[in-house]
């Protein structure tokens, strides 16, 4: 089953600095049917202003992957960690026992991100937080782990949780495919492009809640850019 999730349904709320929408349920947008997806808690699609982001604010167990789609983003943390993660790669945060953290675009334009909430599997741990570039022109055919807790895939950023986020770059009439496990879901969104998944289409920013599909065949209609969330 693909359940179209079209950009127009999602919530929204505009602060001037941050544009955001959201897959699910997240501050003051509250909608009972899209409280989570598994163990994928929050989809936020945001623009940054340039110049602006958050300022110091915790968190604690909690999974939190940013996938930057364009500009990039200036992370600070009370552990001492800084870096920049510029559009087409990845930073994940556990926040495990708790950690305060800031997010800024220092840049001259906009930045627009997907930020990705994932329950962990275990709490109590050390906060952690990495990030690591996968520049779009090498990831080659088809689908790249990008950040897993997952058997299998060590070579990716590692998150606390039995998921795996994995994106696609597609030229027009290119095709990709993705096996989903029994008893497992995805949550997928264009980040550019339209496509279509068996047989569903979707637009950029649209979501598509995936559940009982064991093999996802996924062709770009138009040149696209495919961010994938599997989880139990």
Known sequence: MLQLRPFATLGHANHGWLDAHHHFSF??????ERMHWGTLRV???DLIAAGSGFPPHPHRDMEIITYVREGAISHQDNLGNKGRTE????????AGTGIVH??????????RIFQIWIIPER????????????????????FVTLASGREGDEQSLRIRSDARLVAATLKAGESAEYVLDSGRRGYL????????VNGVRAAARDGLAIEDESLLRVT???DSEIVLVDVA
């Open 189 to 196: 969104v264009p980040a550019k492009g339209l496509i279509e």
């Open 87 to 94: 559009a087409g790669d990845v930073q994940v945060m556990s």
């Open 27 to 32: 501050a003051e947008y509250y909608d009972p």
């Open 220 to 222: 770009a209609l138009e």
């Open 123 to 142: 709490s109590g741990e050390a906060p952690s937080w990495g990030t690591r570039p996968f520049p779009k022109g090498e990831r080659g055919e088809g």
């Open 102 to 111: 800031s997010e800024y675009n220092l840049e001259k334009v906009d930045t």
């Open 43 to 45: 989809w936020n699609d």
